[in-house]
């Protein structure tokens, strides 16, 4: 497996829409171990496929609880809502506080290609609304209430 460069921004694929994956595939399946080195190595909690260059509807996520990792994921359910500081591994340097819903479920594909729903409160919620938002080409900096000086960080993705 290998350490992927995550795109940053300004590179024109954090702004195109991820394709379906169709089947489970070798290539697929590859993709997923380097964004799980990938997110690690650089200390994330979320990674999207289009952050390493691909343009293809899969996430991974690990907030601390155990990674997620979701192939085509949708938002099916949303509560509440949020105010919190978040952060990009593809906007390095900026963070900002955003809103985002209290609760999601999402559903989509595991690693074995099996329908799962997955629940998040929280940050997990969080963390979930913007790995999907890369999937839309969609950057948490589109979402901003105000941008905060880096000395204000509390957590980042």
């Known amino acids: 497996m290998a350490i992927r460069k995550i795109r940053e921004e300004g590179d024109e ?20 171990e380097d964004m799980k080195e990938t997110m690690y190595d ?7 496929a289009p952050q390493v260059g691909v343009l293809r509807r899969i996430i991974i996520v690990d907030v601390g609880e155990g990674l997620t990792v979701l192939i085509n994921p949708e938002i ?3 509560k509440g809502e949020q105010i919190g500081v978040e952060g990009c ?9 955003t809103a985002r819903p209290s609760y999601v ?3 989509g594909l595991n690693e074995l290609g099996e329908e799962v729903t997955v629940e998040g409160e929280d940050f997990m919620a969080k963390a979930l609304c913007h790995e999907i938002d890369h999937l839309n080409g969609v950057l948490f900096i589109d ?13 980042e993705e």
């Open 76 to 78: 099916i359910e949303k």
């Open 143 to 155: 979402n901003v209430i105000r941008f905060l000086d880096p000395s204000e960080e509390e957590e």
């Open 89 to 97: 591994l593809s906007v390095p340097g900026k963070i900002a506080e």
């Open 13 to 32: 694929i954090l702004r195109k829409k991820s394709k379906t994956v169709d089947q489970m595939t070798d290539k697929i399946k590859i993709l997923i």
């Open 42 to 48: 650089v200390e994330g909690v979320g990674l999207a």
């Open 105 to 107: 479920k999402v559903k």
